[in-house]
């Protein structure tokens, strides 16, 4: 399954990693994980409810999570993973 990237993912991205040089390997490591399989019991993959209904959520440790949507590619058709957001829980949600 291919990941692709919002802006806003990106930003949460850098900025986490800057102010956490740590965790950018659990990140690197829960990327692999959801390319690989999405619902691996290790992510904790689950949707959420309320305004966020279409979004999902997994983890890539305790307090820090990834938020993403599921999207047809264009091209083939097949689903892909949209990152909109990474950080803490209290900052995603």
Known sequence: ???GWTPKSIR????????NPQLRLA????????????YHPSLKTHKLMGNLENVWS?????????????????DTGEMEILLLN??????VY
Do not use: N
């Open 12 to 19: 949460a991205f850098k900025r986490l990693v800057r102010r």
């Open 86 to 91: 990474v950080g803490s829980h209290d900052d």
């Open 58 to 74: 997994c983890s890539i440790d305790y307090s820090y999570r990834i938020l993403f949507e599921f999207l047809p590619d264009s």
């Open 27 to 38: 990140i690197e490591q829960a990327l692999l994980q959801m390319t690989a399989d999405i």
């Open 1 to 3: 399954m291919k990941i």
